[in-house]
């Protein structure tokens, strides 16, 4: 098996609060389409600014969320996700994700997004 495409496993991806909502089966097919990937510290996972064509979970470690004209925003832990805004609005990345520690990130392409997680933010 090549190293390039590891799926998510579904015990790590119900451990997401936004996605524990959703029914097993979904859930698993929702593992089967997202990569899973170690991220080495100081990474840039997304860059503000780029367009957005993939959605994050973080399974382990902590990145770090900053904007160019405000600066570090936020820190994000595992069972988090980033990446969503510019899916969901169709706009470029609004802010840069640096990985602070070694991380293990679980990504899906668009089209993965608007089936199976996209229907997530219409209720809120």
Do not use: W
Request: glycine share 10%.
């Amino acid at each position: 098996m090549s190293p390039r495409h590891v799926p998510a496993n579904v015990t790590e991806l119900s451990r997401v609060g936004l996605l524990s909502s959703l029914p097993g089966e979904t859930v698993s097919k929702l593992a089967d389409r997202m990569q899973r990937d170690e991220v080495p510290s100081g990474t840039v996972i997304i860059r503000e600014g780029k367009p957005g064509d993939r959605f994050f979970v973080l399974l382990s470690g902590i990145v770090g969320v900053s904007q160019s004209e405000l600066g570090g925003r936020s820190v994000l832990k595992a069972g988090e996700y980033f990446g969503e805004v510019a899916l969901a609005m169709g706009v470029p990345r609004t802010a840069t994700v640096t990985a602070m520690t070694p991380c293990v990130v679980a990504s899906c392409d668009a089209a993965t997004f608007d089936e199976l997680v996209r229907p997530l933010f219409a209720d809120g």
